[in-house]
């Protein structure tokens, strides 16, 4: 089973800063099959990212995703207000395993 | 518009088996790439995948769950059922259903309900 790290576990910014998110896998993920949601309290997770760098259907620009192998990043380049939320990669290239989240909070 | 919901009991006692349905609409899970997956997370914790059937009734489970889980499909209804046995205390959270489009390979979770809350107590 391919297991995913993601780092920080806590990210404090205010808005406007740029968002550095990291998820790093235990094996090669194949074809680049990472994905990156975002969940806000109470809510379901949200598709952002697919294929490790290609935006999901009405995900604004300011998400954009690279890597691949075992390392993988979501760069939010100015933060908005509704972005503050918690973050999960996800492979699917072998079976399906989601890493722990990395949360970004307002400092 | 695909939407998609759970449903199932809000409340198991421990060693009951729970039954959880996940009805769906704006595809069908006869149409060749379409699956559906189980997905769940403990109050404050990480996601879990659970279970994935596909159009063509092929069934995938998580390694550490798989004796306990059945998935199944009744496509005329739009609906897929995850069962789960022997419910304990630890098996307390939010279950949600998603989408899953095949195309070379399995794809992301594009679409998903809105989860629904399964506590474990005596």
Same mark, same amino acid.
């Given at each position: 089973?391919?297991?995913? $790290? ?13 968002? $550095? ?10 074809? %680049? ?19 490790? %760098?290609?935006?999901? $259907?009405?995900?604004?620009?300011? !998400?954009?995703? %690279? @890597? %691949?192998?075992?390392? !993988? ?10 972005? !503050? ?12 395993? !989601?890493?722990? @989240? ?6 | ?5 759970? /449903? ?5 006692? #421990? ?7 996940? *009805?769906? +609409?704006?595809?069908?899970? +006869?149409? +060749?790439?379409?699956?559906? /997956?189980?997905?769940?997370? #403990? #109050? ?17 489970? +998580? ?8 998935? =199944? ?20 959270? *939010? ?7 095949? =195309?070379? =390979?399995?794809?992301?979770?594009? =679409? ?11």
């Amino acid at each position: 089973e391919i297991v995913l $790290t993601q780092s920080p576990g806590t990210l404090s910014l205010s808005p406007g800063e740029r968002a $550095t998110l990291s998820c790093r896998a235990s094996q090669s993920v194949s074809s %680049s099959y990472l994905a990156w949601y975002q969940q806000k309290p109470g809510q379901a997770p949200r598709l952002l990212i697919y294929g490790a %760098s290609s935006r999901a $259907t009405g995900i604004p620009d300011r !998400f954009s995703g %690279s @890597g %691949s192998g075992t390392d !993988f990043t979501l760069t939010i380049s100015r933060l908005e207000p509704e972005d !503050f939320a918690v973050y999960y990669c996800q492979q699917y290239g072998s079976s399906l395993t !989601f890493g722990p @989240g990395t949360k970004v909070d307002i400092k | 518009q695909v939407t998609l919901r759970e /449903s199932g009991p809000a409340l198991v006692k #421990p060693t009951q088996t729970l039954t959880l349905t996940c *009805t769906f +609409s704006g595809f069908s899970l +006869s149409t +060749s790439g379409m699956c559906v /997956s189980w997905v769940r997370q #403990p #109050p404050g914790k990480a996601l879990e995948w659970l279970a994935l059937i596909d159009w063509d009734d092929d069934k995938y489970y +998580s390694t550490s769950l798989k004796t306990r889980l059945t998935i =199944s499909k009744d496509t005329s209804k739009n609906q897929v059922v995850l069962t789960m046995t022997n419910m304990d205390p630890v098996d307390t959270a *939010t279950y949600y259903c998603a989408r899953i489009r095949y =195309s070379s =390979s399995w794809g992301p979770l594009d =679409s998903w309900g809105q989860g629904t809350l399964v506590t474990v107590s005596s």
